[in-house]
């Protein structure tokens, strides 16, 4: 069975930085792309940046020039830095890997889901 854990979010104020990390594990061949969601208070769930196969990224325009995603491909890790927070940064943030080659099929798999609450 494959899954996604992740870690490191938390309480911090405005101006603060965060680091997310997501690692997928189980029997994996490939991923083809890994990257975050997030669903504030009373929002839908919005694409915050991702990672493609071929080491290219995109974000959303409100985190462009803060967040900055990585990739750890050996160990189907990935990275979200986060820096110069804001309140409206506050949502439950979600990993994403989708295109995952597992043993039997192409599948795609989220994490549980982190907190990040950012104050003032």
């Known amino acids: 069975q494959v899954e996604l854990v992740e870690f490191g979010g938390g309480l911090v104020q405005a101006g603060g930085s965060l680091r997310l990390s997501c690692a997928a594990s189980g029997t994996i061949f490939n991923i083809n792309a890994m990257g975050w969601y997030r669903q504030g208070p009373g929002k839908e769930r919005e694409l915050v940046a991702v990672d493609s196969s071929d080491g290219s990224t995109s974000y959303a325009d409100s985190v462009k020039g803060r967040f900055t995603i990585s990739r750890d491909h050996a160990k189907n890790t990935v990275y979200l830095q986060m820096n110069s927070l804001k309140p409206e940064d506050t949502a439950v943030y979600y990993c994403?890997?989708?295109?995952?080659?597992?043993?039997?099929?192409?599948?795609?798999?989220w994490g549980q889901g982190t907190h990040v609450t950012v104050s003032s």
């Open positions: 994403n890997a989708e295109g995952v080659l597992t043993d039997t099929a192409y599948v795609e798999i």
